[in-house]
């Protein structure tokens, strides 16, 4: 049964950072992409980061290039999300998630995306 339990939310003020992590159990994830999507009240979910778990290629949202990153550690089998320079408009729920295909393609669409974890909220306060 596949897993993926995120930590790291939570209250910050502008300016800040913050690091997510992502633990993956339940399956071997050599092949797999692990992105990071984020959903603000009545907005969409939003895709954000992602990064191939074999190779470590990596695509990353407008908004927050040069400001996030992504990054895998094997041995932990944990991915995690390192957010610096936060902005009020970074204030979300911050979901992890594991796409099967992504050896071939990363993809930025939640509906390429297999599983998913059950969030973990993020507040930047201006």
């Known amino acids: 049964q596949v897993q993926l339990v995120e930590s790291g939310g939570g209250l910050v003020q502008a300016g800040g950072s913050l690091r997510l992590s992502c633990a993956a159990s339940g399956r071997t994830f050599s092949n797999y992409a692990m992105g990071w999507f984020r959903q603000a009240p009545g907005k969409e979910r939003e895709f954000v980061a992602t990064i191939r778990w074999n190779g470590g290629s990596t695509a990353y949202a407008n908004s927050v290039k040069g400001r996030f990153t992504i990054s895998t550690d094997n041995a932990k089998n944990t991915v995690y999300l390192q957010m610096n320079g936060l902005k009020p408009e970074d204030t979300a729920v911050y979901y992890c998630?594991?796409?099967?295909?992504?050896?071939?393609?990363?993809?930025?669409?939640?509906?390429?995306?297999?599983?998913w974890g059950q969030g973990t909220q993020v507040s930047v306060s201006s």
């Open positions: 998630a594991a796409d099967s295909r992504g050896w071939f393609k990363l993809h930025l669409m939640a509906t390429e995306y297999d599983y």
